[in-house]
């Protein structure tokens, strides 16, 4: 296996830079996501305006693949209505279970493609969609 | 005398021979479990192509021939920890359920409100658990020994925590997490004294080092065939005779009774009231043989070997400032497990990069989440070693460190 489609540069770079690891002042959902067996523990925070998530931040500890894809998705759904950042949720949990042979499909996750290949270090799944759970957990 | 020669053994392991993504491969989980040398591996299909019947029920030859080999494996046992008599070992599935029985067939009968139940910190949730149920149910305390800034428990701890109400210390010998080897001899001596029980968890200790359970007094002690190059699925619980008497069972059904009536029963004497239904023997006839390769070999040496290895990793870890030693940095009462941080990386990401270049390690909170907590840390990494670690194997793992650290965009 190639560990530069893991650990690609966005991946790395979204997990350094912490631009969306914060408290937000005044939350409208604040919603837990946890790894029990590994130990990720993120909270995310969201601000609704009407049905547009307006900001979003999380904070909370884990692995390089469970942060950069916390980031990855705050950047992807900010801005974003309910509906379409439940449907992004979902088409990012269809493409790590490889259920979506349209690349096409997959080009509005944006940078969230870099967790395509994350099915080749199967141990490592649970932390790149933990975040996404939490998202939908926090907006259904 | 080095008898040891990891080289040598390595040749009995095959799944050593291969290689891991490309690399040659270091396995370095040995606490999670442990690998199989060609021996117990030939051992469990000479039963199957053999011997292999239903102990206890039949009166032909192969019902026979697995009776034989699962009172072999026994005896085998019984002479391994040294227990007095053979009817002291019962055969379960894991440490785990060896706990889980002592818990809910001494626990739920003899402990009382008010009563005090003590722990270490560094348990496995495997020793948590079980013990959170009893206390919950029958009202009593739940207390832990905590461990001092090089994570030992101190004889002024000891003798804080355990009371005249003592009634319960259930503590593992070696630390799955830390390698910190814990004082039993002192707890066990000491909690005597107070009038409690004492169960030890050995998961960890007795494939490393030898155990003597008549030496140590100690009333329980659990451990599991896999974590000593035997097959998962069957573990080990000694309790001593008088104690294992006057307990109920734990599971009932077929092969554990004496006499069975429409609304009641009696039940057949130890070990038998404590084996319900159809045993593991091909696990006893690995067992059996992985008792024998490492007796082959000599627990003291086994030990020795670990603790140059400890003290070979432990040297070169604490020259990286990087690295973080979670555990005794000393060689003091301490196995061959070094658990271990890493600046601004975290452990599986570690484990994640170690594997591609063939090095297996353990990433994770260990099933220790108290411990974690109490340490401030959410998860370690681990290396874990055996009979068939060499330097070389830790060379690979310091070289998979620097470029871990390489990955994350550090220098080495």
Partial sequence: MDLDSIYSEIIMEHNRSGHNKKALKEPDITERGHNPSCGDDITLQLKLNDNIIEDASFTGVGCAISQASTSIMIDLVKGKTIEDALDLVNTFLAMIKSDIDNEEELEKLEDAIAFQNISNMPARVKCAVLAWHTLKEALL | ?412
């Fill in chain 2, 1 to 412: 005398m080095p008898k040891l020669n990891p080289h040598q053994i390595k040749e009995d392991f095959p799944i050593l021979q291969q290689k891991i993504n490309g690399n040659r491969l270091a396995y370095l989980d040995n606490s999670a479990t442990t690998l199989k040398p060609i021996q117990v591996i030939e051992a469990i299909s000479d039963y199957n192509k053999k011997s292999h019947g239903n102990p206890h029920r039949g009166a032909h030859k192969l019902s026979v021939l697995a009776t034989e080999e699962y009172d072999l494996a026994r005896k085998k046992v019984k002479e391994f920890i040294n227990a007095k008599h053979s009817e002291e070992i019962i055969f379960t599935k894991n440490t785990t359920e060896s706990l889980n029985l002592i818990a809910y067939s001494y626990g739920m009968n003899f402990i009382n409100e008010g009563d005090e139940i003590v722990l270490a910190i560094s348990e496995h949730h495997s020793n948590i658990l079980p013990w959170q149920r009893v206390a919950k149910e029958k009202k009593a305390n739940l207390k832990y020994m905590y461990l001092n800034a090089n994570s030992r428990i101190s004889e002024k701890e000891i003798k804080e925590k355990i009371t005249t109400r003592t009634k319960i210390i259930s503590i593992a010998q070696m630390s799955n997490v830390l390698g910190t080897i814990h004082p039993i001899e002192q707890i066990i001596e000491y909690g005597h004294k107070m009038g409690a029980i004492i169960i030890v968890d050995g998961a960890q200790s007795v494939p490393h080092m030898p155990v003597d359970v008549q030496d140590l007094d100690v009333d329980f002690f659990g451990f599991s065939a896999h974590k000593m190059l035997g097959p998962m699925g069957i573990g080990i619980l000694y309790g001593k005779k008088e104690l294992l008497e006057n307990m109920p069972p734990y599971l009932t059904g077929g092969d554990m009774i004496e006499y069975v009536y429409e609304q009641e029963a009696t039940f057949a004497p130890i070990p038998y009231k404590f084996e319900a239904g159809t045993q593991n023997v091909e696990g006893a006839v690995g067992l059996r043989a992985a008792i024998e390769y490492l007796e082959n070999i000599g627990l003291n040496n086994i030990q020795k070997h670990e603790e140059i290895l400890v003290e070979y990793a432990l040297d070169k870890m604490l020259k990286l400032p990087y690295i973080d030693i979670q555990g005794p940095i000393d060689l003091y009462m301490r196995g061959g497990i070094i658990s271990f941080t890493l600046e601004d990386i975290h452990p599986h990401d570690i484990a994640s990069i170690l594997d591609t270049y063939g090095i297996a390690i353990r990433a994770g909170h260990h099933c220790a989440q108290p411990l974690m907590n109490y340490l401030k840390i959410p998860a370690t990494s681990r290396i874990s070693f055996y009979l068939y670690n060499n330097t070389e194997d830790i060379d690979q793992f310091i070289e998979g460190i620097k470029k871990v650290r390489k990955w994350f965009g550090y220098g080495s």
